[in-house]
């Protein structure tokens, strides 16, 4: 709407969008106030950490202590012995020590290794995973109001599991 080098500005457009600003502005301060909380959060999240760290520490110290004390207290009473422990029953649990003994330590990697490097297939678990190919079958598809069409083959699909819908529209703001 231009006269010559004047400008006409339709006032309403100009109050509706200095309305929107506004409201933008106030959204902006909402997701400032959410992400202030959310730090708030985390920083109370790290600071019941190391308060429940702390206390955890001092029971287990104060358990490993009780332990030593019942291992000397075990060791003057009489126990039943078996070939991988010794044991006295109590009242409140039976307590049990386990014989030294000879085990395995292993990394299952290098183990994995070791097995098809020497063609023990039979010591090998394989597990296959199945997955769909969504992305590469999105390409091919469009939705209709008549369904959902394979551009590639042109037919119509029907597959359980597989439906058309229209997504709601969304107010986004980008700042």
Do not use: S
């Not at 991988?84 to 009242?91: A, D, G, P, S």
């Amino acid at each position: 709407m231009a006269r010559g080098t004047e400008l006409e500005l339709d006032e309403q457009i100009i109050q509706f969008k200095v309305e929107m600003d506004n409201v933008v502005e106030n959204i902006k301060g909402i997701d400032y106030e959410l992400l202030e909380l959310e730090a708030l959060l985390k920083a109370q999240i790290e600071q019941l950490k190391e308060r429940f760290e702390e206390k955890q520490y001092l029971l287990k110290e104060k358990r490993e202590k009780l332990q030593i004390q019942l291992r000397v207290l075990f060791e003057q009473v009489p126990q039943n012995e078996t070939k991988t422990q010794r044991k006295v029953k109590l009242l409140n649990g039976d307590v049990v020590v386990k014989k030294a003994r000879l085990d395995f330590e292993k990394d299952g990697d290098k183990l994995l290794e070791w097995a098809r490097e020497n063609n023990r297939d039979e010591l090998i678990n394989r597990k296959e995973v199945l997955t769909f190919k969504w992305a590469d079958f999105k390409k091919r598809l469009v939705p209709t109001d008549c369904g959902i069409v394979d551009v590639e083959t042109g037919e119509t699909l029907e597959i359980d599991g597989l439906h058309a819908i229209t997504k709601a529209e969304e107010l986004e703001i980008k700042y």
